[in-house]
Nanobody
Framework: QVQLVESGGGLVQAGGSLRLSCAAS????????TGWFRQAPGKEREFLAS????????DYADSVLGRFTISRDNAKNTVYLQMNSLKPEDTAVYYC???????????????WGQGTRVTVSS
């Protein structure tokens, strides 16, 4: 059984940083594509960043390019999302997802975590 467990969310002031983690079990992340998504209140879930099974290819949404960085630790079977220069509009529930296609998007994600909440205060 595949499980993805996010952690690292919380309350941070605007301009601050957070690092989210997505630990996987039942799935080797080095053999899958992994993505981060978020859903703000009243909005649809949006794609943020993804990393390919090779680990050498990643892509980002324009809204987070240059501020967020996705990475993976194969030994820990964990994917991270480093978020810098956070803004109040980054407030949302953040989800990680994994799948077997590239690029990975919401429709092509086979597995999802339960989400971790990020609140950015102004």
């Amino acid at each position: 059984q595949v499980q993805l467990v996010e952690s690292g969310g919380g309350l941070v002031q605007a301009g601050g940083s957070l690092r989210l983690s997505c630990a996987a079990s039942g799935l080797r992340l080095s053999g899958a594509s992994t993505g981060w998504f978020r859903q703000a209140p009243g909005k649809e879930r949006e794609f943020l960043a993804s990393i390919k099974w090779t680990g050498s290819t990643s892509d980002y949404a324009d809204s987070v390019l240059g501020r967020f960085t996705i990475s993976r630790d194969n030994a820990k079977n964990t994917v991270y999302l480093q978020m810098n220069s956070l803004k109040p509009e980054d407030t949302a529930v953040y989800y990680c997802a994994a799948g077997y296609t590239w690029p990975i998007r919401e429709a092509t994600s086979a597995y999802w975590g339960q989400g971790t909440r990020v609140t950015v205060s102004s």
